[in-house]
């Protein structure tokens, strides 16, 4: 009765153990915009200042609240972070370059990485063209290709099976004298049309 116990006990403590590891590893792989909504922008001409903004938009995770979410710049001859408050920063444009910016809030979420390029005009982006949409097939669409695909596929063997089976009509009565050219029916014509 102690092993039975024994044995359940250990049972239960893989269990617990490989539940809780999940939500760990889960925990580990989260990403900060999970529960923030990022404000930053992707150009910035030289001189200038911009914001980098959060809103957090899930409040679940109470330790979010006390990290700060300033970006480290990757080359602050680029661009320069000033923080203002603990979620809003200013970006200035020092000189012309990119500049990757990473904001690290602890473990429990991977580091939030993105590039910021400085330049000395706007790139113009010119008007987006109307999207082309591409109506995927619904699953009933796809069945029903496939089945008439393989239907083309069995019209030229429908002549092999039609004159295997007037063949084998035709010589259908099985007696004494009948037998060797049943056989040979079946060996000759039936069989070989339906291995066709």
């Known amino acids: ?12 403590a893989i269990i617990v153990s490989v539940v809780f590891g999940v939500g760990s590893i889960y925990a580990a792989a989260q990403n900060i915009t999970d529960i923030v909504k990022v404000t930053k ?50 970006l200035h444009a020092i000189n012309k ?22 330049v000395d005009d706007y790139t113009v982006i010119p008007e987006p063209t109307k999207p082309v949409v591409i109506k995927e097939p619904t699953h009933e669409e796809i069945m029903l290709q496939d089945l008439e695909d393989y239907i083309e596929q069995l019209q030229p063997l429908g002549s ?3 004159k295997a089976i007037t063949t084998l009509n035709q010589n259908r009565l099985l007696n004494d004298s009948t037998r060797k050219t049943l056989f040979l029916t079946l060996n000759n014509t039936v069989l070989p049309n339906y291995t066709k």
């Open 1 to 12: 009765m102690k092993r039975k116990s024994w044995i359940y006990s250990l049972m239960l």
């Open 41 to 90: 922008p992707a150009e910035i001409k030289v001189g200038e200042w911009k914001s980098y903004e959060i809103a957090i938009t899930d409040w679940t995770d109470a330790d979010v609240t006390e990290h700060d979410f300033t970006p480290i710049s990757s080359d602050e001859n680029v661009v320069k972070v000033v923080r203002k408050t603990q979620w809003v920063s200013e």
């Open 97 to 118: 370059g990119n500049a990757t910016l990473t904001v690290n809030i602890g473990e429990k979420f991977e580091p939030y990485v993105f590039t910021v390029q400085v």
């Open 160 to 162: 092999y099976e039609k």
